[in-house]
């Protein structure tokens, strides 16, 4: 159980374009999904917060007109990357908790986004 | 001083070897303290999850929490090649909405 599914897994885009990211929550419902960016060799960094229903709560130095969050059911959330430049280029997490009262988050496969 | 604080390695170790991995933190409220195992490139996996202090244990992984020293580790017995990976702690105060605060991960490689 508690498996999350992203797609795509891999992703190459001209500078410019715009790139949607989708988690998924196969087996559970998920009030609240996070998004990571993870550069080589480093930790997961917190972009934002997604709650179902609700905007999400981005961290601080994080565009919110950059990286648009939908968060529109209880298994999907939506990353997009609004017109994409190099320096975009990067490894994108998503996560998902079920239930409040539940602290354990379970990962997606991850995004591999290159900017061209 | 940062929350969480986990040595980044590389950590090298023979097959059969116990593996120790630790972190320490600051924020006496985290109560919710987990480890996940990162492949290169791919999503962290959930190893272990354990509230407040004590041990858990779950086959070759044994989570240990000491939160009077504000200290966490995580054991591997008779580790395999297979556990080359990056180990991330992680833990939270475990409120609702309450986020979850990584360590930067320890690379750790098993040599056949």
């Known amino acids: 159980g508690a498996v999350v599914s992203q797609h795509p897994s891999w992703v190459i885009c001209k500078s410019g374009t715009s790139v949607k990211i989708e988690c998924r929550s196969l087996?559970?419902?998920?009030?609240?999904m996070f998004w990571y960016r993870q550069f080589p060799k480093q930790s997961l960094m917190l972009m934002a917060t997604?709650?179902?229903?609700?905007?999400?709560?981005?961290e601080q130095g994080v565009e919110k007109d950059k990286f648009l969050i939908n968060h529109a059911s209880l298994t999907l959330s939506t990353l997009t990357v609004t017109s994409a430049h190099p320096e975009d280029s990067s490894f994108y997490i998503c996560?998902?908790?079920?239930?409040?009262?539940?602290?354990?988050?379970?990962f997606g496969p991850g995004t591999r986004l290159t900017v061209l | 001083q940062k929350e969480v604080e986990q040595d980044p390695g590389p950590l090298s170790v023979p097959e059969g070897a116990i593996v120790s991995l630790n972190c320490t933190y600051s924020n006496s409220a985290f109560q919710y303290f987990m480890w996940y195992r990162q492949y290169s490139r791919k999503g962290p996996e959930l190893l272990m999850y354990?509230?407040?202090?004590g041990n858990k244990e779950d086959g070759r992984f044994t989570a240990q929490v000491d939160k009077s020293s504000k200290y966490i580790s995580l054991f591997i017995r008779d580790s395999q090649p297979s556990d080359s990976a990056t180990y991330l702690c992680a833990m939270t105060r475990g409120t609702s909405y309450d986020k979850v605060i990584f360590g930067p991960g320890t690379s750790l490689s098993v040599i056949p």
């Open positions: 997604s709650n179902e229903g609700s905007k999400a709560t981005y």
């Open positions: 354990t509230y407040s202090s």
């Open positions: 996560s998902a908790r079920r239930d409040r009262g539940y602290n354990e988050q379970f």
């Open positions: 087996d559970f419902q998920a009030t609240t």
